[in-house]
């Protein structure tokens, strides 16, 4: 009987979002024990709805004031040794980055984005299969915005993350088919 090896970076088709990217904490943008945090949860699905175990989410979004500018701090290195320190706890950086787990799930600690308009948090999809990375928005709470107010009522739906309780926010992210997640075009 010959020993079956596994295959090795060399033998499958990458990228390997999940070897280098994700850093420690990368899903905590709130400080610890904020009483305004959030949780945004939700599952990457492909187009047979299947979860998708290995795919990298970037959030970006603006602070409750609606500012920008966020703080420095999501990839902290120690002068010393170049190590990661993690993140301070007490800044709020408008920054996150979340591997999905082994069920497709991923789950993000933030504070709710502030400013006019509809509230909002960035998402950019990294996943096999992917040529190039993916942008939308997870939509919270109630507000008019263009995008939205130009979509139909069933692509609209894509983009509005479902009120749970205990401050949480499900929004599941479908790369393809039926209720296929709407997609921002940058140029």
Not at 27 to 45: F, K, N, Q, S
Not at 119 to 133: K, W
Not at 161 to 173: K, L, M, Q, S, V
Request: glycine share 14%; charged share 20%.
């Amino acid at each position: 009987m010959t020993e079956r090896l596994l295959p090795t970076p060399s033998h499958t088709i990458g990228p390997f979002y999940g070897h280098a990217l994700p850093f420690p904490e990368g899903g905590r943008i709130a400080p610890p024990g904020h009483p305004d945090t959030i949780t945004l949860h939700g599952y990457v699905l492909d187009g047979a709805g299947e979860p998708i175990p290995d795919a990298l989410l970037d959030f970006w979004q603006a602070a409750p004031d609606g500012s920008l500018k966020g703080a420095p701090g999501s990839m902290r290195r120690d002068p010393s040794t170049g190590g990661f320190l993690g993140r301070t706890g007490t800044d709020f950086t408008g920054f996150g980055r979340v591997p999905t787990d082994a069920d497709g799930h991923y789950a993000l600690s933030t504070l709710p984005p502030g400013g006019p308009g509809h509230p909002y948090i960035s998402v950019c999809v990294f996943a096999r299969g992917l040529t190039n990375h993916l942008f939308t928005r997870a939509y919270l709470g109630d507000g008019t915005d263009p995008l939205l107010d130009a979509l139909p009522a069933d692509r609209r739906a894509t983009l509005i993350a479902a009120e749970g309780t205990n401050r949480t926010y499900r929004f599941d992210i479908r790369l393809q088919g039926e209720g296929e997640t709407v997609f921002l075009e940058f140029q």
